[in-house]
Every structure is written in structure tokens, then in C-alpha cells.
């Protein structure tokens, strides 16, 4: 296929208003799920409550200040981590913006979830909205990928090999793009092993489940947190959801190549099928004066006239 034949152009203007709408969709989405979502309740008592329940416990068991400090650090440590368990305490906008970008793409882990009937309600409307702009923005910079691949393997075959090398363009560029998209699937189990300690087959998994929106949610990265005391692991951390970004694009760049095979498959098939179609009425042509030779003239002459009636029509469907 020629290149003057590819709808596909490139448009830089267009590519940067559909990432900008992206990710103005993803920052807004993330911040109004923060706010519905980490104000819901108060699961501690009031402060007087909780001194006249210290005063109770120290006069009735004469326990030390010391060890009342201790008790209440405890307690206080075990429902810290009962409230993360139940997502009250980690609804922060880093989070919620790895939220909001499950939910986009489709992936939904479900390590998180809004748990306020305002927060479901926006997820329902959010989702309207955002999935289908995640799609146009993919399938955007997917086309652009697969094109500027397309581009740059004519242009080695040219400057390198001084001539283009036949076969389909398109074929050349899902090989590549597929071969990409294999290379980053690698290097994300490659990052995950050293982020969340997992072997090399459970991070092709858990990256190969994600970018293909699968997202079983069994395997997530650092759990969903985007933070974390190491500098170092949370710098990994965010860069693997760019990684996962990244691939969801190269995978929408596969699809389109696949695409624009079939679509090339079925243009050489209309282009041939003329040629074929009138080679076999020819050979029923040349069949027929065989049978028709022995039987009467007129009956002759109308299965004639039939089938070369039949030539003429498909003679103008070429034309």
C-alpha cells in the first residue's frame, strides 16, 4: 500500500489538545474523588470521650501514665491500620489519581473504591466521560505511533539498505510495535521486581494484565500507594504508571497495525475478485458450448445469451 493511500497523517495540533483534555479529565477526576471519598465519617471518638475513657482505665486498674501511653499508641497503631484497610485513610490525591486512571483505562484493579454514595454516583457520571476520552486519546496516539514507525523503517530501508524492501508496510509495523510492546512488558517485570519484590513471571503478569486492561487486581503495584518513604521506590512506583501509560498506547499502536492488515487483505481481495469472477464465467462459457453443442438451436441460444449477458455485467462492475 502506498503511503499516499493511509488516511492516517500526522496532526501534532490534534495529539497535544487530546493528551492536554486527558489528563485535565484524569487531574479533575482525581481531586473531586479526594474530596468526596476522604472526608467520609470520622471513625475516631472525640477527644472527651477518650480522656475520661484514659482517667476509667488508670483509676480502676492503677495503671501507670507510662503504660497508658503505651496502650494507647497500640490501639491507636491497630486502628490506623483497620481504617487503611477499609480505604478511609488513603484516599490522598496521589492515590486518587491512580484511581481516576483505573478507571479510564478500564484497568480497575479494585485495590480501592469509592465507599460514599456521592463518590459513586461521580464514578458512574465520571466514568461516562473519561473512558471514552481515554479511548480517543489512546487510539490517537496509537495511530501516531504505528504511523511513525511505518516512517522510520522505510526510511532505515532507504538510507541503509538504499532501496524499500518489498512487503507490507503495515506487517513490518506490527512486527515492530508487537515486538515493542513484548520488550516492555519485560521491562516492567524487571521494574516490579525490585519495587514490590516480585519474581520476573509475576511482573510480566501483573504488566501484561494492565495493559491490556484485564487488571484482575490480585497484583498491584506498591499496593496502589504512589508514595512511600524510599524516594527511590516511589520514583520506580510512578514511573511504572507511566510505563503502564506508555504500553496501553503501544498496544493501541498493535491493534491499529492489525487493523490496517485486514483492511489491506480485503482491498486486494475486491481488486482481484473481478479478474476471478470472469475467468470462471469465461470457463462456464467454454463448459457450456461443450454440453449445448448436441442439444437443440434454440434452447442453444438462450443458455448462450445467459451467460454472456452474465460476462457483460460483470465486465462493467471493473469498469
Given at each position: 500500500?502506498?503511503?499516499?493511500?493511509?488516511?492516517?497523517?500526522?496532526?501534532?495540533?490534534?495529539?497535544?489538545?487530546?493528551?492536554?483534555?486527558g489528563?485535565?479529565?484524569?487531574?479533575?477526576?482525581?481531586?473531586?474523588?479526594?474530596?468526596?471519598?476522604?472526608?467520609?465519617g470520622?471513625?475516631?471518638?472525640?477527644?472527651s470521650?477518650?480522656?475520661?475513657?484514659?482517667?476509667?482505665?488508670?483509676?480502676?486498674?492503677?495503671?501507670?501514665?507510662?503504660?497508658?501511653?503505651?496502650?494507647?499508641?497500640?490501639?491507636?497503631?491497630?486502628?490506623?491500620?483497620?481504617?487503611?484497610a477499609?480505604?478511609?485513610?488513603?484516599?490522598?490525591?496521589?492515590?486518587?489519581?491512580?484511581?481516576?486512571?483505573?478507571?479510564?483505562?478500564?484497568?480497575?484493579?479494585?485495590?480501592?473504591?469509592?465507599?460514599?454514595?456521592?463518590?459513586?454516583?461521580?464514578?458512574?457520571?465520571?466514568?461516562?466521560?473519561?473512558?471514552?476520552?481515554?479511548g480517543?486519546?489512546?487510539?490517537?496516539?496509537?495511530?501516531?505511533?504505528?504511523?511513525?514507525?511505518?516512517?522510520?523503517?522505510?526510511?532505515?530501508?532507504?538510507?541503509?539498505?538504499?532501496?524499500?524492501?518489498s512487503?507490507s508496510?503495515?506487517?513490518?509495523s506490527?512486527?515492530?510495535?508487537?515486538?515493542?510492546?513484548?520488550?516492555?512488558?519485560?521491562f516492567?517485570?524487571?521494574?516490579?521486581?525490585?519495587?514490590?519484590?516480585?519474581?520476573?513471571?509475576?511482573?510480566?503478569?501483573?504488566?501484561?494484565?494492565?495493559?491490556?486492561?484485564?487488571?484482575?487486581?490480585?497484583?498491584?503495584?506498591?499496593?496502589?500507594?504512589?508514595?512511600?518513604?524510599?524516594?527511590?521506590?516511589?520514583f520506580?512506583?510512578?514511573?511504572?504508571?507511566?510505563?503502564?501509560?506508555v504500553?496501553?498506547?503501544?498496544?493501541?499502536?498493535?491493534l491499529?497495525?492489525?487493523?490496517?492488515?485486514?483492511?489491506?487483505?480485503?482491498?486486494?481481495m475486491?481488486?482481484?475478485?473481478?479478474?476471478?469472477?470472469?475467468?470462471?464465467?469465461?470457463?462456464?462459457?467454454?463448459?457450456?458450448?461443450?454440453?449445448?453443442?448436441?442439444?437443440?438451436?434454440?434452447?442453444?441460444?438462450?443458455?448462450?445469451?445467459?451467460?454472456?449477458?452474465?460476462?457483460?455485467?460483470?465486465?462493467?462492475?471493473?469498469?
Amino acid at each position: 500500500m502506498d503511503e499516499t493511500d493511509n488516511p492516517i497523517r500526522f496532526e501534532p495540533k490534534s495529539l497535544s489538545i487530546k493528551i492536554v483534555i486527558g489528563i485535565l479529565v484524569l487531574l479533575v477526576g482525581a481531586a473531586v474523588f479526594m474530596e468526596l471519598e476522604r472526608t467520609k465519617g470520622d471513625p475516631t471518638p472525640k477527644k472527651s470521650d477518650a480522656t475520661k475513657l484514659k482517667e476509667s482505665l488508670a483509676e480502676k486498674y492503677n495503671i501507670s501514665v507510662t503504660d497508658l501511653r503505651q496502650l494507647e499508641t497500640a490501639i491507636g497503631q491497630e486502628a490506623a491500620e483497620k481504617e487503611d484497610a477499609k480505604g478511609l485513610n488513603r484516599w490522598t490525591y496521589g492515590n486518587s489519581v491512580f484511581f481516576a486512571f483505573t478507571i479510564m483505562t478500564t484497568i480497575g484493579y479494585g485495590h480501592m473504591s469509592p465507599q460514599t454514595w456521592q463518590g459513586q454516583l461521580f464514578c458512574i457520571f465520571y466514568s461516562l466521560i473519561a473512558i471514552p476520552v481515554a479511548g480517543i486519546m489512546l487510539l490517537s496516539v496509537g495511530n501516531h505511533v504505528s504511523l511513525a514507525i511505518r516512517v522510520f523503517i522505510r526510511f532505515l530501508e532507504r538510507t541503509c539498505l538504499s532501496s524499500v524492501r518489498s512487503g507490507s508496510a503495515e506487517f513490518k509495523s506490527f512486527f515492530v510495535t508487537f515486538l515493542l510492546m513484548v520488550l516492555m512488558i519485560f521491562f516492567g517485570a524487571i521494574l516490579t521486581s525490585h519495587t514490590d519484590g516480585w519474581t520476573f513471571i509475576e511482573g510480566c503478569y501483573f504488566t501484561f494484565i494492565s495493559v491490556s486492561t484485564i487488571g484482575f487486581g490480585d497484583y498491584v503495584v506498591n499496593d496502589g500507594e504512589l508514595k512511600s518513604t524510599n524516594h527511590a521506590k516511589t520514583f520506580a512506583v510512578n514511573f511504572t504508571i507511566v510505563l503502564i501509560t506508555v504500553g496501553l498506547c503501544v498496544v493501541s499502536s498493535v491493534l491499529c497495525s492489525v487493523s490496517a492488515i485486514i483492511e489491506e487483505r480485503q482491498k486486494r481481495m475486491r481488486m482481484q475478485l473481478p479478474d476471478s469472477a470472469t475467468n470462471a464465467l469465461n470457463a462456464a462459457n467454454l463448459a457450456l458450448n461443450t454440453v449445448t453443442s448436441n442439444l437443440p438451436l434454440r434452447l442453444s441460444t438462450r443458455a448462450k445469451n445467459a451467460v454472456d449477458s452474465a460476462v457483460v455485467e460483470t465486465r462493467k462492475g471493473e469498469i
